[in-house]
């Protein structure tokens, strides 16, 4: 599975952005997908996922309620729509699919074994 993350760029503080990962090179179907971040310094953060089969979507406490994954299944791509957008956001974006990953480990970045490069989001003031 190949991923491509893009969407990235400069937002205020308080806007919103929507980032999309495109995946190819097989079908998605079993797939769990994900949005993890990363902050310099930081270590990578998990944000949400989606089940493909389904559509069941969950999240990092932190992010519920500002951020939302959805996927476009005739366009095997998946979505993150970051509303009310904080400093504490600006990150290297990153989407992540595994076939094997369970509910214990969905946030945990070994457990994707396919991974799109970053896209850099920044918020400023």
């Known amino acids: 599975v190949q991923l491509q993350a893009y969407g990235g760029g400069l937002v205020q503080a308080g806007g919103s952005l929507r980032l999309s990962c495109a995946a190819s090179?097989?079908?998605?179907?079993?797939?769990?997908m994900a949005w993890f971040r990363q902050a310099p310094g930081n270590e990578r953060e998990f944000v949400g996922g989606i089940r493909w089969n389904g559509g069941n979507t969950y999240y990092s406490d932190s992010m519920r309620g500002r951020f939302t994954i959805s996927r476009d299944i005739a366009k095997n791509t998946i979505y993150l729509q970051m509303d009310s957008l904080k400093l504490e956001d600006t990150a290297a974006y990153y989407c992540a699919a595994s076939s094997r990953v369970i509910s214990s480990t969905v946030e945990i970045p070994s457990a994707y074994a396919y991974w799109g490069q970053g896209t850099l989001v920044t918020v400023s003031s």
């Open positions: 090179g097989r079908t998605l179907s079993g797939y769990k």
